[in-house]
């Protein structure tokens, strides 16, 4: 057994003399899921995925997403992602950064995901998480919402949300609340 420890601690010399003295940090299990989630991705042709901390830091990171159809066409919305230690065991914090007129996103940025709480599993993937952002914006759903009087709008009045959706993504006040231009 001491000789396993004497094999272990030589390897990972080797390894601090290949990385030029730098100790080599050894990847938590949500970090390796999430690479592998990450080498894994197919996302559709509106949505992108940056790290703004660069590849080092994998467990934040940005997804844009520009909806193809739907009250949103042409429109950017901003989603940062927080993955946690324990991921997938724990769904990824995600916050929508652009201020955005939905019934499922309240004017702080939280979403209303199912698969984001109760819902999740951890035999979900990141994939799984921005497909269900981007069907936000294509089916929004006025049965579950964080912005009520979004879901009101769009339950009792279709076309007057389409037209707030529009004011809101150019850039004007739905009600008393001022939304920056996001097309």
């Not at 994939?127 to 069907?135: A, P, Q, S």
């Not at 759903?141 to 009045?157: I, K, T, W």
């Not at 529009?166 to 939304?179: C, K, N, S």
């Amino acid at each position: 057994m001491i000789r396993l420890f004497k094999v272990k601690e030589k390897q990972r010399e080797l390894a601090e003399n290949a990385n030029g003295g730098v100790p080599f940090k050894k990847q938590t299990a949500g970090e390796l899921r999430l690479h592998k989630d990450i080498s894994e991705l197919n996302l559709p042709k509106s949505c992108t995925i940056s790290f703004s901390n660069g590849k080092d830091d994998l467990m934040n990171f940005e997804v844009s997403i520009v909806p193809d159809e739907g009250y949103y066409l042409g429109g950017t919305f901003l989603f940062s992602f927080q993955v946690s230690p324990i991921y997938p065991h724990e769904a990824p914090k995600v916050k929508c950064k652009t201020k955005v007129y939905h019934p499922n996103i309240d004017l702080e940025g939280n979403v209303c995901l199912n698969i984001l709480r109760e819902d999740w599993k951890p035999v979900l993937n990141i994939n799984t998480i921005i497909y269900g952002l981007y069907h936000l914006f294509t089916e929004p759903n006025y049965e579950d919402p964080l912005n009520h009087d979004a879901a009101a709008v769009l339950r009792d009045n279709p076309k007057i949300f389409e037209s707030n959706v529009r004011r809101a993504m150019a850039g004007g006040y739905v009600g008393q609340t001022f939304f920056p231009r996001c097309v």
